[in-house]
């Protein structure tokens, strides 16, 4: 359903984890900024209000707190609270991050950083910030519900495919490839 009052860009919907809410990045006023919104699309609250870019919301498994990217002040992730409020960035000692994904028991927050020559890689921070933690190279990472394991996209050649990494022993597991190239997986939930 289309969240009411939006034109311009609309993207990354993230429905909250009691499935009541969407969390939005939308383009209005030529700004791309986060929303949330009741599912049937009223309610609307503008979340961020700067001329820089956001992306990739992803709620907290309490649902109080949203992660984003965002482009504004300095790039990052950044953590909002879902009811509105100042938000905070994330400390962190890498440039780029993006997509990220808060695991299902809350502790970690996995996201994308890009390297060097156009090399995506998958890394892990305490959902509060600090240290961050590299973890192998990929894209779009989804944690599956039991905040261990991670269906990626890994780049090989001129296609993508799907893996699975287990995170505390770094192990992955590619999945059976199918033709063509995928991307953006997501676990159920």
């Given at each position: 359903?289309?969240?009411a009052?939006?034109?311009?860009?609309?993207?990354?919907?993230?429905?909250?984890?009691?499935?009541?809410?969407?969390?939005?990045?939308?383009?209005?006023?030529?700004?791309?900024?986060?929303?949330?919104?009741?599912?049937?699309?009223?309610?609307?609250?503008r979340?961020?209000?700067?001329?820089?870019?956001?992306?990739?919301?992803?709620?907290?498994?309490?649902g109080?707190?949203i992660?984003?990217?965002?482009?504004?002040?300095?790039s990052?992730?950044?953590?909002?609270?879902?009811?509105?409020?100042?938000?905070?960035?994330?400390?962190?000692?890498?440039?780029?991050?993006?997509?990220?994904?808060?695991?299902?028991?809350?502790?970690?927050?996995?996201?994308t950083?890009?390297?060097?020559?156009?090399?995506?890689?998958?890394?892990?921070?305490?959902?509060?910030?600090?240290?961050?933690?590299?973890?192998?190279?990929?894209?779009?990472?989804?944690?599956?519900?039991?905040s261990?394991?991670?269906?990626?996209?890994?780049?090989?050649?001129?296609?993508r495919?799907?893996s699975?990494?287990?995170?505390?022993?770094?192990?992955?597991?590619?999945?059976?490839?199918?033709?063509?190239?995928?991307?953006?997986?997501?676990?159920?939930?």
């Amino acid at each position: 359903r289309a969240v009411a009052g939006a034109n311009g860009l609309n993207g990354w919907p993230a429905v909250s984890p009691d499935g009541r809410r969407v969390a939005v990045i939308l383009g209005k006023d030529g700004n791309v900024n986060l929303y949330v919104a009741n599912l049937d699309g009223s309610g609307v609250q503008r979340l961020t209000n700067h001329r820089q870019d956001d992306s990739s919301p992803t709620w907290s498994p309490d649902g109080r707190t949203i992660c984003f990217s965002s482009r504004a002040g300095r790039s990052g992730l950044y953590t909002i609270p879902a009811a509105g409020g100042t938000p905070r960035r994330l400390s962190l000692d890498v440039a780029n991050a993006t997509e990220p994904d808060w695991s299902p028991d809350g502790r970690y927050i996995i996201f994308t950083t890009q390297r060097g020559g156009g090399l995506f890689e998958l890394c892990l921070v305490k959902a509060g910030g600090g240290a961050v933690t590299p973890l192998v190279p990929g894209e779009d990472p989804s944690w599956a519900p039991n905040s261990r394991t991670v269906v990626y996209a890994r780049r090989s050649g001129g296609t993508r495919s799907l893996s699975l990494l287990d995170v505390p022993t770094r192990r992955t597991k590619d999945l059976p490839r199918f033709s063509g190239s995928a991307s953006q997986p997501a676990w159920a939930r």
